[in-house]
Nanobody, 122 residues
């Protein structure tokens, strides 16, 4: 099963920072990657998955209210990679984080990452 490759999760103390990365597979060309909308989701323990941040192909970013001002989503199309910069982390940010991409036009196609654990200790 084709997946996005995530990295960067781990254990961090409250107030700390982490940067998550998510790389698209090689069969998605740089030109194709530019038309994908990209998102980060997270699933806290015992809770449903929620959208954390999204970045459209046109460059519009949206954030979950509780992470606004602390998290930043970015993409480097030449590397076919999506990032999530997370600052001022709190224990409430503890979750498995997933990246997701979907084509914004043309034939529908989407991919998910395998998930990376982020644990914030108090």
């Amino acid at each position: 099963q084709v997946q996005l490759v995530e990295s960067g999760g781990g254990l961090v103390q409250s107030g700390g920072s982490l940067r998550l990365s998510c790389a698209a597979p090689g069969f998605i060309s740089i030109a194709s990657f530019t038309i994908y909308n990209v998102q980060w989701y997270r699933q806290p323990p015992g809770k449903p998955r929620e959208s954390v941040a999204s970045l459209s192909a046109a460059g519009t970013a949206e954030y979950l209210h509780s992470v606004q001002g602390r998290f930043t989503i970015a993409r480097v199309n030449d590397k076919r990679t999506v990032y999530l910069e997370m600052n001022s982390l709190t224990p409430e940010d503890t979750a498995v984080y997933y990246c997701h991409i979907e084509r914004s036009r043309g034939r529908s196609y989407e991919l998910w990452g395998q998930g990376t654990q982020v644990t914030v200790s108090s």
